[in-house]
């Protein structure tokens, strides 16, 4: 089962922080990310999401490779190409998987403009170092599929400040 949550930022670049820090942990096998999606509320209200890559692109090249494939077996490799990066592109943009996009950009208004919003869909992780390992990067929660406890937990390694290490004296 995978648990979602919901972190509003200042700034865009506090999200990505937190967002390169968890893909970090996640190359440690500390944490299997889902999906991971920054929501930017603009001035102008519009909520623009950061997606990690584009649905659209993936679908034009794969329907262009097929599109190749096939076109050759016709004769016609560039028409069959163009035709299928076309309906790869569109078959692309209109799929979605992990988190859905409707509910990021709801969610993502309620905010003022200027704050980001770090959508994380979590598989599952050793919850312990993740906290720590995010610990004082700020952020308020805004929502959670976390138990209680575990979203207590989640605010406090968020609003805590990393402790300073002090310097060691010369021997």
Not at 6 to 35: C, H, N, S, T, W
Not at 62 to 82: D, Q, Y
């Amino acid at each position: 089962m995978s648990d979602l949550i919901a972190i509003v930022y200042p700034k865009e670049q506090d999200a990505e922080a937190v967002r390169a820090r968890l893909f970090e942990m996640q190359k440690e096998y500390l944490i299997e990310i889902g999906d991971a999606v920054i929501a930017v509320k603009g001035a102008d209200g519009h909520v623009k999401l950061n997606q990690l890559f584009s649905t659209t692109a993936v679908g034009a090249v794969s329907g262009g490779f097929w599109g190749m494939l096939i076109g050759t077996l016709f004769l016609m490799p560039f028409a069959g190409a163009a035709i299928g990066a076309a309906t790869g592109a569109l078959g692309g943009s209109l799929s979605d998987f992990g988190i859905d996009d409707k509910f990021m950009k709801d969610l993502a208004e309620s905010t003022q403009p200027g704050n980001a919003v770090l959508f994380v869909l979590i598989r599952k992780m050793t919850a312990d170092k993740v906290l720590d390992g995010i610990k004082g990067m700020g952020g308020v929660v805004l929502r959670t599929s976390f138990d209680h406890e575990k979203e207590q937990q989640l605010r406090d390694a968020l609003s805590q400040k990393q402790a300073a290490v002090p310097p060691q004296p010369a021997a």
